[in-house]
T-cell receptor
C-alpha cells in the first residue's frame, strides 16, 4: 500500500528565511510519481511539480527547489527567501500506475512579515 | 485555457438528503478524479473516470457515486447524507498519465 508522510504539521518562519518541507513516501512499485501541491486559503490545489521515480535530478524553479532521494524515500521541498504570499498548506502526493493520488497530511506554512 | 470549474461552490443540505456536484474539466482532458477533504481524514481519493468509465475507486461507501458524460464533464452524487459527509469536494482533470489540475472545490455542509 502506498503512503505519504509529512511529519511537520505546521511551520512558522519570518519573511526571507529559507524553509524546507519534508515528505517521506512508501510504495512497493518501482514506477511512481511524486507531486507537490499548494493550497492557499481559497481552497484550490495548485500544482507545483511532478517527478517520476526514474528521475532523481533535483529541480529548481525560481525560489522553489525540490530534492528527491530514492535511498531515503524522500521528496523534500525548499522555499528560499520566503515571502508572505507563500503562506499556505502544502501537500506532497504519490501516484503509482494510475491517476489516483495519495496525499500526505499537509504542512501549514505561515510566513510572517 | 479555462481551468477546471466546479458547481456549486457552496451547498448546505440536511441529513438524509442527496446531493449532486458537477465538474467541468479543462478542454481536452478526458480524465476526471474526485477527492474529499476533511480536517480529520485529509485528502482522500473518491474515484476516477476516463472516457465515461470508472477506472479507479477509493474506499468509500456505495452512497458515493459518480458518472462522466461524453463531453468529459463529471458529476458525483452522495445519497442519504450524513453529518460526516461535510467536506470540501475537489475535482481534478488530466490527460492520461499527466499532472492533475484541480478545481476550486465545492464546500458541502450537512446539517
Amino acid at each position: 500500500a502506498q503512503k505519504v508522510t509529512q511529519a511537520q504539521t505546521e511551520i512558522s518562519v519570518v519573511e526571507k528565511e529559507d524553509v524546507t518541507l519534508d515528505c517521506v513516501y512508501e510504495t512497493r512499485d518501482t514506477t511512481y510519481y511524486l507531486f507537490w501541491y499548494k493550497q492557499p486559503p481559497s481552497g484550490e490545489l495548485v500544482f507545483l511539480i511532478r517527478r517520476n521515480s526514474f528521475d532523481e535530478q533535483n529541480e529548481i524553479s525560481g525560489r522553489y527547489s525540490w530534492n528527491f532521494q530514492k535511498s531515503t524515500s524522500s521528496f523534500n521541498f525548499t522555499i528560499t527567501a520566503s515571502q508572505v504570499v507563500d503562506s499556505a498548506v502544502y501537500f506532497c502526493a504519490l501516484s503509482e500506475r494510475s491517476n489516483m493520488l495519495t496525499f500526505g497530511g499537509g504542512t501549514r506554512l505561515m510566513v510572517k512579515p | 485555457k479555462a481551468g477546471v470549474t466546479q458547481t456549486p461552490r457552496y451547498l448546505i443540505k440536511t441529513r438524509g438528503q442527496q446531493v449532486t456536484l458537477s465538474c467541468s474539466p479543462i478542454s481536452g482532458h478526458r480524465s476526471v478524479s474526485w477527492y474529499q477533504q476533511t480536517p480529520g481524514q485529509g485528502l482522500q481519493f473518491l474515484f476516477e473516470y476516463f472516457s465515461e468509465t470508472q477506472r479507479n475507486k477509493g474506499n468509500f461507501p456505495g452512497r458515493f457515486s459518480g458518472r462522466q458524460f461524453s463531453n468529459s464533464r463529471s458529476e458525483m452524487n452522495v445519497s442519504t447524507l450524513e453529518l460526516g459527509d461535510s467536506a470540501l469536494y475537489l475535482c481534478a482533470s488530466s490527460t492520461r498519465g499527466d499532472e492533475q489540475f484541480f478545481g476550486p472545490g465545492t464546500r458541502l455542509t450537512v446539517l
